[in-house]
């Protein structure tokens, strides 16, 4: 079983950055795939970035250039720094993961959530 803690969320300008962080719980975080996703109202859950358990990253189109995901072994953490903010990037983020696997973009491939922290994002 893997606990999954998000923090780092808030209001913020447009144009503006935030760093979200997701402490893990359990001893084989570095076998674990990392991803973050996210919810506006309305709309489905869709992939942000995800980090694999070999360090290979990727990044929706959406995010690409203005994100970077990254993670801590030694901390059980992955972060999300998040660059340009938008008004369209408002949402819940979600941190992910699933052992042993490559990124995927669809959420089913991922076993374990946390409970989202939001982001705000004013024009």
């Known amino acids: 079983q893997v606990q999954l803690v998000e923090s780092g969320g808030g209001l913020v300008q447009a144009g503006g950055s935030l760093r979200l962080s997701c402490a893990a719980s359990?001893?084989?975080?570095?076998?674990?795939?990392m991803a973050w996703f996210r919810q506006a109202p309305g709309k489905e859950r869709e992939f942000v970035a995800g980090n694999s358990y070999y360090g290979s990253t990727y990044y929706a189109d959406s995010v690409k250039g203005r994100c970077t995901i990254s993670r801590d072994n030694a901390k059980n953490t992955v972060y999300l720094q998040m660059n340009s903010l938008k008004p369209e990037d408002t949402a819940v983020y979600y941190c992910a993961c699933a052992p042993w696997t490559s990124v995927r973009s669809n959420k089913a491939s991922y076993e374990y959530w946390g409970q989202g922290t939001q982001v705000t994002v004013s024009s």
């Open positions: 359990g001893r084989t975080f570095s076998g674990y795939t």
